[in-house]
């Protein structure tokens, strides 16, 4: 079992920039799959940015050139600039080994002038 918990989200203006954190209680070095993602109210899930087998990145077209995911030993991270309003949401944390997927509480992120 992993436990992951996520910090750093707030209120912040457009443009302002925030950096999530998603700390693992074990290693996550082997991980398949370690990445984020963000839920609005009344919308999906959906992708913003993952790291697969450490090496190969893919971000959600509309983050793309703002967002910039990287990992530590037990570390996930996801520095956000440039923000805008509808960046809006709650952002949840996900680490795969390809049999069990783990998903951490969610920080909430608010863009708003």
């Known amino acids: 079992q992993v436990q992951l918990v996520e910090s750093g989200g707030g209120l912040v203006q457009p443009g302002g920039s925030l950096r999530l954190s998603c700390v693992a209680s074990?290693?996550?070095?082997?991980?398949?799959?370690m990445g984020w993602y963000r839920q609005a109210p009344g919308k999906q899930r959906e992708l913003v940015a993952i790291i697969t087998r450490g090496v190969t990145t893919n971000y959600a077209d509309f983050v793309k050139g703002r967002f910039t995911i990287s990992n530590t030993k037990n570390t996930v991270y996801l520095q956000m600039n440039s923000l805008k309003p509808e960046d809006t949401a709650v952002y949840y944390c996900?680490?795969?080994?390809?049999?069990?997927?783990?998903w951490g509480q969610g920080t909430q992120v608010t863009v708003s002038s």
């Open positions: 996900r680490v795969s080994d390809r049999s069990q997927d783990y």
């Open positions: 074990t290693s996550i070095f082997s991980m398949y799959v």
